[in-house]
């Protein structure tokens, strides 16, 4: 392994009146030379001390979050084309911040990445898309999966595979009932290790979609080498279909690409009637999007599943 260097530089008077704010002030900026890579120089800029000021708060309110339960999942109904059917939900995370409201997955989910916190709250949301799944299936509604969304962290730092098997077992969902969606910067990290976990998902009986697809690395040999059962186009690709040739040209090359390779494709983002037809019409199987369902509540979700499907027609 290499050694590298990370450096942090403070300058006195500006960065600090004294040596001990000086040596504080440069540790912030070398954290940030790491977070970025690290082998480089990072000079010390005022709004740092408020950053990590702010970080360290969010992590607290985290921490507070899985203590207190504030964690909630919403649910978006993914349907067949063909058939009308609900074939499946994804899991959403909210937070239920006290005092603020419903806080998407975007305003905390990078900072939990960063300071390690999305390993407890990501197997929070196995386990309670898991149990909500099974609740589902006791109440006799139609066979669909659940599909939960996972970070690299889990697949760096913990045996998914063991942890998947525990969940499944502790709340009795069919594992042909739970998808796990992973991102191509997941895959890519390190390839072998990865598709080594898949196979034992899969054998498991766990499917396996990669979400937005097309938009990461541009390697394709993967998606060859791994039990991945699904690909999801993409939301960038499905809104501007009907306006740009070339978003379009992309959809329908991703569609080729799933078909020939026995991969169902899922497209998501679907907004309007127009996104819908120009997806029906290069064959699209599988669609998610605000025109069919927005993401919502369990409760408020559970009692549409039978009703929902005559909104494609
Ligand atoms: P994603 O997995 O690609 O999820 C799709 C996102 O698009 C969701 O945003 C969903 O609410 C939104 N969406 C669905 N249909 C439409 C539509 O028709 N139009 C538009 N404009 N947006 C639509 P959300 O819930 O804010 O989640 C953002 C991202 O956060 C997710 O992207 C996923 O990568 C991540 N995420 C969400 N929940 C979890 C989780 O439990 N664990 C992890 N690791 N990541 C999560
Ligand atoms: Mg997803
Ligand atoms: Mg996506």
């Not at 260097?5 to 440069?26: Q, T």
């Not at 942890?163 to 910067?185: H, I, M, W």
């Amino acid at each position: 392994m290499k050694s590298t260097a990370s450096i942090g530089v403070a300058i006195h008077p500006n960065d600090g009146a004294d040596p001990e704010e000086l040596v504080r002030n440069a540790d912030l900026a070398m954290y940030k030379a790491k977070a970025e890579g690290g082998n480089a120089y990072c000079l010390f800029a005022a709004d740092m001390q408020a950053r990590a000021r702010s970080a360290m708060s969010l992590e607290a309110d985290l921490r507070m979050a899985l203590a207190n339960e504030e964690f909630v999942l919403y649910y978006q109904p993914q349907f067949d084309v063909a058939t009308n059917a609900i074939i499946g939900v994804e899991a959403l995370l909210r937070w239920d911040r006290p005092g603020v409201g419903i806080v998407g997955p975007g305003a905390f989910l990078p900072q939990a990445e960063e300071n390690g916190l999305i390993i407890p709250i990501n197997e929070w949301v196995l386990r309670k898309a898991c149990a909500d799944a099974r609740l589902w299936q006791r109440n006799g509604f139609p066979a669909f999966r659940v599909a939960v969304n996972m970070s690299p962290i889990q697949f760096r730092k913990k045996n998914v595979p063991l942890q998947v098997a525990r969940v499944l077992s502790d709340t009795g969902l069919d594992p042909r009932r739970l998808e796990l969606e992973l991102t191509e910067n997941i895959v890519m990290q390190d390839i072998d290790a990865v598709a080594n976990d898949l196979r034992e998902l899969n054998r498991l009986g766990v499917s396996i979609a990669i979400d937005d697809f097309g938009t990461g690395y541009s390697s394709l040999s993967y998606i060859k080498k791994l039990p991945v059962q699904r690909i999801k186009i993409d939301q960038t690709f499905v809104r501007n279909m009907t306006q740009d040739p070339n978003d379009s040209a992309i959809v329908r090359a991703i569609i080729t690409l799933g078909r020939s390779l026995g991969l169902e494709v899922v497209a998501e983002g679907v907004e309007t009637s127009k996104h819908l037809q120009g997806l029906r019409d290069v064959g699209c199987e599988i669609v998610q999007g605000y025109l069919l369902g927005r993401p919502a509540p369990f409760e408020d979700i559970s009692p549409c599943i039978p009703q929902v499907a005559w909104r494609l027609r």
